[in-house]
């Protein structure tokens, strides 16, 4: 299994930037590809960044710009880096894997638990 802890949500004011930590642990292989998610009450979880290999991101449209996703392969780590952050930013932010593990075949998913970003006016 795979255990990923997201840190460094908060409240911050529009504008501001907040720098979102998930570490994963447990008996990892490789992962394949790490990033973010968001949720907004009311709303369907949304991908906000991923990366691969350290070289290819993603991001969604909404973000691109503001947002910088990095990744740490000696630490299993991903970093988000949110900058002039708007109102609409408000969600909690899951951190989500893809990974295989140690002495089992297959490529699974991992989701963290979340972490919550508020954006005030």
């Known amino acids: 299994q795979v255990q990923l802890v997201e840190s460094g949500g908060g409240l911050v004011q529009a504008g501001g930037s907040l720098r979102l930590s998930c570490a994963a642990s447990?008996?990892?292989?490789?992962?394949?590809?790490i990033g973010w998610y968001r949720q907004a009450p009311g709303k369907q979880r949304e991908l906000v960044a991923a990366?691969?290999?350290?070289?290819?991101?993603n991001y969604a449209d909404s973000v691109k710009g503001r947002f910088t996703i990095s990744r740490d392969n000696a630490k299993n780590t991903v970093y988000l880096q949110m900058n002039s952050l708007k109102p609409e930013d408000t969600a909690v932010y899951y951190c989500n894997a893809v990974a295989t593990i140690i002495a089992t075949p297959g490529v699974w998913e991992y989701w963290g638990q979340g972490t919550q970003v508020t954006v005030s006016s």
């Open positions: 990366i691969s290999d350290g070289i290819s991101t």
């Open positions: 447990g008996s990892i292989f490789s992962i394949n590809a």
